[in-house]
């Protein structure tokens, strides 16, 4: 993948519970997410508590929907991935498609949620929408990453023309030499 270090970008995808209740789904996602020349440099399987579903979604909640969304975050396990690439953010929301999964049918039939959502909240997947919303999503699931010296590491590691190789057990991309 060639990638220019001072545009990389992270960005933090979860698969949500009705993707990671069909493993098939899970298998195709993260091939989308390899075409697409996502480094996926962190990965985790969390299940979230209420008030941690609660906390994650707190931007949401005066809106209609987030009871309902905070009970299904925390139904079942979610897949936690940490993406890396330029323009991380746009490009996963672009194969994303849109939230609204009636919408995404018929406009965008061939992205994620076009093919795997179920409804607007039994959607498949989640993206950052900026890179500030992206620190701060990744923070709450990696708190032990720092996040402006991991970018570092990773574009210092990208000018040194390292190679990332991508280790299917861990679902993880590791650096090389």
């Known amino acids: 993948m060639h990638v220019v270090a001072n545009k990389l970008q992270l960005t933090l995808a979860i698969l949500k519970p009705d993707c990671m209740a069909c493993p098939h789904i899970i298998s195709e996602i993260r091939r989308i997410m390899l075409e697409n020349e996502f480094w996926l440099v962190r990965t985790k399987m969390v299940k979230l508590s209420r008030e941690q579903a609660e906390q994650f979604y707190s931007v949401h909640q005066e809106k209609f929907f987030y009871n309902r969304l905070v009970t299904f975050m925390c ?24 939230t609204k999964v009636l919408r995404t049918v018929f406009e965008e039939p061939t992205s994620i949620r076009g093919r ?62």
Do not use: Y
Not at 158 to 166: D, H, I, Q, R
């Open 116 to 177: 795997f959502g179920l409804t607007d909240t039994r959607n498949c997947a989640h993206g950052s929408d900026s890179e500030e919303t992206a620190n701060t999503e990744i923070q709450f699931f990696f708190p032990e990453i720092d996040i402006d010296k991991f970018r570092e590491e990773i574009r210092k590691f990208l000018e040194e023309k390292g190679t990332m190789f991508f280790n299917e057990k861990s679902c993880e991309h590791e650096c090389r030499n």
């Open 75 to 98: 139904s079942g396990p979610i897949g936690v991935h940490v993406l890396a690439r330029d323009d991380a953010i746009n490009t996963w929301r672009k194969l994303l498609g849109p």
